[in-house]
Nanobody, 127 residues
């Protein structure tokens, strides 16, 4: 089992940057697939970015490609999300999630594939 704690959210103007961090407990962090999701006001939770436990290509939602970067540090049990060129539509609560399921490229974006979730951190982008 793993516990996740996000940090780094806040209020930023459009065009600005924020870096979200997710600290994970447990000694088996390197065996988890890790993802970031977000839920905007009045919207359903949506996929942002994710990485398989084995590394390789990182997957991004089309809406954040080229602006957001997911990084993983297994030695520190942490994953981060660097968010640049922020837009008002990026306003949401951002969640870190972990999974040990046999996720594939076809399912990595599904929130139902993730068993462990952080409490979320609020990101607000003003216009």
């Amino acid at each position: 089992q793993v516990q996740l704690v996000e940090s780094g959210g806040g209020l930023v103007q459009a065009g600005g940057s924020l870096r979200l961090s997710c600290a994970a407990s447990g000694r088996t962090f390197s065996t988890y697939h890790m993802g970031w999701f977000r839920q905007g006001p009045g919207k359903e939770r949506e996929f942002v970015a994710a990485t398989f436990w084995s590394g390789g290509n990182i997957h991004y939602a089309d809406s954040v490609k080229g602006r957001f970067t997911l990084s993983r540090d297994n030695a520190r049990n942490a994953v981060s999300l660097q968010m640049n060129s922020l837009k008002p539509e990026d306003t949401a609560v951002y969640y870190c999630a972990a999974s040990m399921r046999p996720i594939t490229i076809g399912t990595i974006e599904g929130s139902e594939e993730y068993d462990y979730w952080g409490q979320g951190t609020q990101v607000t982008v003003s216009s």
